[in-house]
């Protein structure tokens, strides 16, 4: 299985960016997103079931970002929007064999594949 993470880059405070990860190799259930900030945990993003439809979001994200999945593409989308500069981190694209629920997409051990990482700064 290769997740391959586009969309990164420089935006201001206030603006937006999209992130793309598509995937290949088989079908995957639960698909989300993690960051990881310069000296700091990756953390949980958001995250979207292929079944059912459940999308879950970080509290420090919910309401300004929005995850977004093409089940016939294999790929799933994060907008961001209302950047802010604590949003700089290396996002990371995650996939998932299993149906995961919400207190289990907090744990990176859930994920069982990993995309590369992009970058995204949020500076004026």
């Known amino acids: 299985v290769q997740l391959q993470a586009s969309g990164g880059g420089l935006a201001q405070p206030g603006g937006s960016l999209r992130l793309s990860c598509a995937t290949s190799?088989?079908?995957?259930?639960?698909m989300g997103w993690f960051r990881q900030a310069p000296g700091k945990e990756r953390e949980f993003v958001a995250a979207r079931r292929r079944s059912g439809g459940s999308t879950f979001y970080s509290a420090s994200v919910k309401g300004r970002f929005t995850l977004s999945r093409d089940n016939a593409e294999n790929t799933v989308y994060l907008q961001m929007n209302s950047l802010k500069p604590e949003d700089t981190a290396v996002y990371y694209c995650?996939?998932?064999?299993?149906?995961?629920?919400?207190?289990?997409?907090?744990?990176?051990?859930?994920?069982?594949?990993w995309g590369q990482g992009t970058l995204v700064t949020v500076s004026s």
């Open positions: 190799g088989r079908t995957l259930s639960t």
């Open positions: 995650a996939a998932s064999v299993s149906s995961l629920i919400m207190s289990s997409v907090y744990n990176t051990d859930s994920w069982h594949y």
